[in-house]
């Protein structure tokens, strides 16, 4: 008797021991961290070379500014590289689709 598998298992083909959560945790994951760590040093970067120079709050928004430059690319860089992903599941999905059309 075959085992049933729990209902937050993937249940495709290749990846039949995967969470179908994966995937969309990974992204999160990624997208999280070009978020987070470029605006995070920036931000204490900028407050102490502004403690030490005396700019305040100059180099602090600056490096703020220069933050958010390289998070919003590494975001657009990042959701690129998932999306060709998905464009080339989804094709090889129809293909697959298509061929089984055409063998009935």
């Known amino acids: 008797m075959a085992q049933a598998k729990p209902f937050l298992y993937n249940m495709s083909a290749d990846n039949k021991n995967d969470p179908w959560w994966g995937p969309a945790l990974e992204i999160f994951g990624r997208i999280s961290a070009w978020v987070v760590i470029p605006i995070v040093l920036a931000l204490i970067i900028g407050k102490k070379l502004d403690a030490h120079y005396e700019t305040k709050p100059w180099i602090f928004l600056g490096l703020t500014l220069f933050g958010f430059l390289i998070s919003s ?20 999905g129809q293909e697959k689709n298509d061929n089984s059309n055409n063998q009935k």
Do not use: E, L, N, Q
């Open 73 to 92: 690319f590494g975001i657009v860089h990042t959701v690129k590289i998932y999306m060709r992903k998905i464009d080339r599941s989804t094709d090889s």
